[in-house]
């Protein structure tokens, strides 16, 4: 028997583990709403690749999840949201949502003096992704991008608040700071767990964006619109699926989830 629309999961992809982050925030504020959540480890990372193939790989993994019955989709990667949202928001029946977009709007919502950093990956920032989203909402306003990369591989180790973290964020942030920024977008679902050592050098006065939050509440406030919202009581379960199972798996995604990970299959995504 076909599930009612409402019962349905809410579907999540990312090319590793970070999107998580993502998931994490989901089931904070959506609790009594299931969630299958897909890894494409297998091909990871998204922002090293072509365009083309970063399309490619966003396309097989919404039709995966779209196959498993979701009634809507984030794309919990910042790669694949700025290559891949327009498209996959176009050909899909189901409503798909990126985590630039809530970020962006969020961000220009709690700026005061209309000056925005947004630190990000490599691949991200030479999108120009957030660069376009922001100056078509905010043509007048001030931007500042900063690639972090190395903050990656801090979150993945678990070397979230010590000095080696510390001084990779002072040496990163530095050249934002001084720019009189009162907003900074967490451009990366990896971010998230470094906000304290982000915080400590940013200061009190610089509001952090963790795109994960505007993502799960415009998610719920689409989905009571669309009438889908569910209407279990208690909470929900969360499924997850990955293409590759890496080292120190558990560990990482641990970190991101915030829990153990449980309820993990290894599935085959073309």
Known sequence: MTRPVPARPIGVFDSGLGGLTVVRQLRRHLANEEILYLGDLA??????????????????????????GVKALVIAC???????????????????????????????????????GVIAT??????????????????????????????VQLAEEGWLDNEIALGTARRYLEPVKKKSVDTLILGCTHYPLLQKVIAKVMGRSVRLIDSAIPTARRLGKLLEERGIRSRRTGRAALRIRVTDFPRQFARIGAIFLGEELSNVKLVKVP
Not at 79 to 100: E, F, G, N, T, W
Not at 123 to 149: E, G, H, N, V, W
């Open 43 to 68: 091909h990871l990372p998204y922002g090293t690749k072509s365009t083309r193939e970063i399309r490619r790989r966003s396309e097989e993994c919404a039709r995966y999840l779209l196959k498993q």
């Open 122 to 151: 490599y691949a991200t920032i030479a999108s120009k992704s957030y660069a376009k989203a922001l100056a078509k909402r905010r043509p007048d306003a001030d931007y500042f991008m900063q690639s972090c990369p190395l903050f």
């Open 78 to 116: 910042n790669s694949a949201s700025s290559v891949a949202y327009r498209s996959l928001s176009k050909s899909l029946p189901i409503p798909v949502l990126d985590v630039i977009t809530p970020a962006v709007e969020e961000a220009l919502a709690s700026s005061r003096s209309a000056r925005i």
